[in-house]
C-alpha cells in the first residue's frame, strides 16, 4: 500500500469529485444530488512486469483491434527477457484447431518498445473471424480470435461498448460476459481503459501496481502491464477485436491539451512529458494503428463496416481541447471561441460524417454530448429540506444557462456549447439519416433523443421526436463508481430533461448493440457484483432508434446469433 495521498493545490477549475467538498455538501440532504463523477515503485529490472529470468513468457495474454477488411493489428508481450532483441514469429489460421494456415511472419522486439509485439496482419477476407498465436523458440502464447471488417452488403453487426475500468473498484465481470459472446463482430472501448491513480487513492478493492499514482513512462508501462494480467481483460481481448479511444484516466484526471486537474507541474515534472510518456505507453501495450505516423497525439479516425455502419472515433481530451470551464463562469461556457475537439479535429469529422455509403454513421466518444440540468431551486428545495436563501447563498457562483435547470458538468459538451453546435450544425447541414453518439465517462447509463433545446417545446417535441438530430447511448461503466443515493431522483431529472427516456445511476456493466439497415437497438447489460468473481448478468432496458427517424423507442432484447464462430480455444 502506498502512503496518505499528498495534499495536491486545489485547482483553479473544479473537477466532477471536488465540487461538492467544495462548496460544503458534505450532509446527507445532499447525498442524493446527481453530481456526476469522472470516470475519480516499479519493481525489480523489468519495471515490475515480470520476473527477468531468462524464461520466455506470454503472461500478458494476447490482442487484436482496429479490423478492416483487409488486415488487422495483432498484439502480445514478451515476458523474461533481460537484454537485447527477440524475434516472435506469428501464425493466422482459419479454423479454432490452428490447422489451416492462411498467414504469418516475424517481429523483432526489444526493450525500446517494452518487449511488446504489434503486427499489422494483412492480406485477410472481409468479415471473416480468423485464429491466431505467437511463438518465440517452441514457446507458444495463447491462442487469440480476431474478425475482419465486412467490405460490401452487410446485414448485421453485433457489437460490445464499454468503458471505465477501475481496477481498485472491482473486478471485470463485464469484460468476461463480453468474452462468451461468441457473435460479436468487435467491442468498443471508449476510454478510461487504466486509471492513474496510487493504491487506496481512488477505490480499494485492489491494490495498483506500482503502489503510486503512475508519472513515469515505466510507472504507465506497468500499469498497463498490470491490467493485462487481468484474466477477464485478458480472455475478452483474447476472444473479441477492439477499437480503442482514449479518455482522461490514460493520462491524467481531467486531461485537456495543456494540463490536467491530477497532474501539478513541477511538482509532477511536466505535463508535456508526461502526456508523451503515457501515450507511448498506450500505443505500445494496446492493439491500435497510429494514424498518422509523424504525430501519435491524433488519434481520432474511422472504420467502415461494409455498407451498415461507420464508426467515427473522436478525441474528446488530449488533441485540442480547451481547459474546462469553472463552475463560476457562465461567460467561458457561453464562449464560442472555445472548442472540445478543435478545427481540425471537425474538420476531419466532417469528411467522415459526409463520406457516402454506410446506413449508420457512429460517433465513439468520451463525454456526454447531450444536455444535462439539475432541478431548479424549488425542486433542489424540497428534495434537501433546506430553504431556497439557503441554496441561493451555495449556489449563487454557479451559472444559470440555457432552458430549465442548472448545467451540473462543464467536463462534458455542456461545458462547450458552442462546440455542441458545431457539431449540430453538421448533422444539420450534411442531412445526416442516422446519427448515432456513444459516450461512456461517467460511470452511468442513459440513453437520449438529440436536440438543440431540449427543454424548449417549440424545438422538440419528446413524444414524436421531432426536432431530434440523433440519439445518444451512454454505457455504464465496468467498474468505476456511479451515482447509487441518486437513483430516486431519475423521474425528476427525465421531467427537467424530457429528451432522456433511460438513465440508470449505479448498475455496472456493458451496452450491446444490434444493427441493421432497418433499425439499431442498444441494450444495457448488468453484472450482478463487482467485489468478487461473479458470473451473474441481466439485460437492464433496451431502446431502439428506426432508421430515418432519430428518435429514441422502446425495444425487446434481440436474438443472439445462431451461426456465431467457434470461440477460441
Given at each position: 500500500?502506498?502512503?496518505p495521498r499528498?495534499?495536491k ?7 466532477r ?6 462548496v460544503?455538501?458534505g ?12 470516470c475519480?515503485?516499479?519493481s525489480?529490472?523489468?519495471?515490475g512486469r ?7 513468457e ?7 483491434g482496429?479490423?478492416?477488411?483487409d488486415?488487422v ?6 515476458s ?14 482459419a479454423d479454432p484447431e490452428?490447422?489451416v ?8 522486439t526489444?526493450a ?7 503486427v499489422?496482419?494483412?492480406?485477410l477476407m472481409?468479415a471473416?473471424?480468423?485464429y ?7 514457446v507458444?502464447s495463447p491462442?487469440?480470435?480476431t474478425?475482419?471488417a465486412p467490405?460490401?452488403a452487410t446485414?448485421r ?12 473498484h472491482?473486478?471485470?465481470n463485464a469484460?468476461r460476459r463480453l468474452?462468451e ?8 472501448h ?5 486509471y492513474e491513480?496510487?493504491?487506496?487513492e481512488?477505490g480499494?478493492?485492489r491494490e495498483y501496481?506500482?503502489a503510486?499514482?503512475i508519472?513515469?513512462l ?5 500499469r498497463h502491464?498490470q491490467?493485462?494480467t487481468d484474466?477477464?481483460l485478458?480472455?475478452v481481448?483474447r476472444?473479441?477485436p477492439?477499437i480503442?479511444?482514449?479518455d482522461?484516466?490514460?493520462?491524467a ?5 495543456d494540463g490536467?486537474n491530477n497532474?501539478?507541474e ?16 498506450y500505443?505500445?501495450w494496446?492493439?491500435i494503428?497510429?494514424?498518422?505516423p509523424?504525430d501519435?497525439t491524433?488519434i481520432?479516425r474511422?472504420f467502415?463496416?461494409g ?5 467515427v472515433m473522436?478525441d ?5 481541447r480547451?481547459?474546462?470551464a469553472?463552475?463560476?463562469d457562465a461567460a467561458?461556457?457561453n464562449?464560442?471561441t472555445?472548442q472540445l475537439i ?5 474538420a476531419?469529422?466532417?469528411s467522415a460524417?459526409?463520406a457516402?455509403g454506410a446506413?449508420?454513421k457512429?460517433?465513439g466518444q468520451q ?12 425542486e433542489?428545495s424540497?428534495?434537501s429540506?433546506l430553504?431556497?436563501e439557503?441554496l ?5 457562483s454557479l451559472?444559470?444557462?440555457?432552458t430549465?435547470?442548472l448545467?451540473?458538468?462543464t467536463?462534458?459538451w455542456?461545458?462547450y456549447?458552442?462546440e455542441?453546435?458545431r ?8 442531412q445526416?439519416?442516422?446519427p448515432?453518439v456513444?459516450?461512456?465517462?461517467i ?6 433523443d438529440l436536440?438543440?433545446d431540449?427543454?424548449n417545446?417549440?424545438v422538440?417535441?419528446p413524444?414524436?421526436?421531432?426536432g431530434?438530430?440523433?440519439v ?5 461503466s465496468?467498474?468505476s463508481p ?9 423521474p425528476l431529472?427525465q421531467?427537467l ?11 455496472k456493466?456493458?451496452l ?5 439497415p432497418e433499425?439499431m ?7 450482478d457484483d463487482?467485489?468478487q ?5 441481466s ?5 431502439a ?13 434481440t436474438?443472439?446469433?445462431?451461426d456465431?464462430?467457434a470461440?477460441?480455444?
Amino acid at each position: 500500500m502506498s502512503g496518505p495521498r499528498r495534499q495536491k493545490p486545489e485547482p483553479a477549475v473544479l473537477n466532477r469529485r471536488d465540487f461538492l467538498r467544495r462548496v460544503g455538501w458534505g450532509g446527507a440532504a445532499f447525498g442524493a444530488l446527481p453530481l456526476l463523477p469522472g470516470c475519480g515503485s516499479s519493481s525489480p529490472v523489468d519495471g515490475g512486469r515480470g520476473p527477468v529470468d531468462g524464461k520466455v513468457e506470454f503472461r500478458h495474454g494476447v490482442a487484436s483491434g482496429d479490423p478492416l477488411a483487409d488486415r488487422v493489428m495483432l498484439w502480445t508481450r514478451v515476458s523474461g527477457v533481460a537484454s537485447g532483441s527477440v524475434t516472435v514469429d506469428y501464425a493466422v489460421y482459419a479454423d479454432p484447431e490452428l490447422s489451416v494456415r492462411v498467414s504469418g511472419g516475424t517481429f523483432v522486439t526489444d526493450a525500446a518498445r517494452d518487449y511488446t509485439v504489434k503486427v499489422d496482419a494483412a492480406g485477410l477476407m472481409p468479415a471473416t473471424t480468423y485464429y491466431y498465436r505467437f511463438s518465440v523458440d517452441g514457446v507458444r502464447s495463447p491462442a487469440g480470435r480476431t474478425r475482419t471488417a465486412p467490405a460490401t452488403a452487410t446485414d448485421r453487426l453485433r457489437v460490445g461498448v464499454v468503458s471505465c475500468s477501475s481496477l481498485a473498484h472491482g473486478y471485470f465481470n463485464a469484460y468476461r460476459r463480453l468474452a462468451e459472446r461468441a457473435d460479436l463482430d468487435v467491442i468498443l472501448h471508449l476510454g478510461d481503459y487504466i486509471y492513474e491513480y496510487g493504491s487506496g487513492e481512488y477505490g480499494s478493492t485492489r491494490e495498483y501496481q506500482p503502489a503510486h499514482e503512475i508519472l513515469t513512462l515505466d510507472d504507465y508501462r506497468t500499469r498497463h502491464a498490470q491490467y493485462k494480467t487481468d484474466p477477464d481483460l485478458q480472455e475478452v481481448h483474447r476472444q473479441h477485436p477492439f477499437i480503442n479511444v482514449w479518455d482522461d484516466h490514460e493520462t491524467a484526471d481531467n486531461s485537456w491539451r495543456d494540463g490536467a486537474n491530477n497532474h501539478t507541474e513541477g511538482e509532477e515534472g511536466s505535463w508535456v512529458q508526461r502526456k508523451a510518456w503515457a501515450i507511448q505507453a498506450y500505443y505500445e501495450w494496446l492493439p491500435i494503428r497510429q494514424v498518422d505516423p509523424n504525430d501519435n497525439t491524433r488519434i481520432f479516425r474511422s472504420f467502415r463496416y461494409g455498407d451498415l455502419a461507420d464508426f467515427v472515433m473522436l478525441d474528446t481530451r488530449l488533441f485540442d481541447r480547451d481547459l474546462q470551464a469553472g463552475m463560476v463562469d457562465a461567460a467561458t461556457i457561453n464562449d464560442e471561441t472555445r472548442q472540445l475537439i478543435g478545427p481540425e479535429q471537425l474538420a476531419w469529422l466532417q469528411s467522415a460524417l459526409a463520406a457516402p455509403g454506410a446506413t449508420w454513421k457512429i460517433l465513439g466518444q468520451q463525454v456526454m454530448f447531450g444536455q444535462l440540468r439539475i432541478p431548479s431551486l424549488p425542486e433542489l428545495s424540497e428534495l434537501s429540506g433546506l430553504s431556497i436563501e439557503q441554496l441561493q447563498a451555495l449556489l449563487s457562483s454557479l451559472p444559470l444557462v440555457g432552458t430549465g435547470g442548472l448545467i451540473i458538468n462543464t467536463d462534458q459538451w455542456d461545458g462547450y456549447r458552442a462546440e455542441r453546435g458545431r457539431v449540430f450544425d453538421l448533422l444539420e447541414s450534411l442531412q445526416i439519416e442516422n446519427p448515432v453518439v456513444l459516450t461512456g465517462d461517467i460511470h452511468t447509463s442513459w440513453a437520449m433523443d438529440l436536440s438543440r433545446d431540449p427543454a424548449n417545446p417549440l424545438v422538440y417535441n419528446p413524444l414524436n421526436g421531432s426536432g431530434s438530430l440523433g440519439v445518444e447511448f451512454v454505457c455504464t461503466s465496468i467498474t468505476s463508481p456511479g451515482l447509487d443515493p441518486a437513483q430516486p431522483l431519475v423521474p425528476l431529472l427525465q421531467l427537467l430533461n424530457p429528451h432522456i427516456k433511460y438513465a440508470d445511476l449505479s448498475q455496472k456493466g456493458y451496452l450491446l448493440l444490434d444493427i441493421t439497415p432497418e433499425r439499431m437497438v442498444g441494450e444495457h447489460w448488468y453484472v450482478d457484483d463487482i467485489t468478487q468473481p461473479s458470473d451473474g448478468q441481466s439485460l437492464g432496458v433496451a431502446y431502439a432508434v428506426e432508421a430515418g427517424s432519430k428518435h429514441l423507442i422502446a425495444a425487446e432484447q434481440t436474438a443472439a446469433r445462431d451461426d456465431a464462430p467457434a470461440l477460441a480455444p
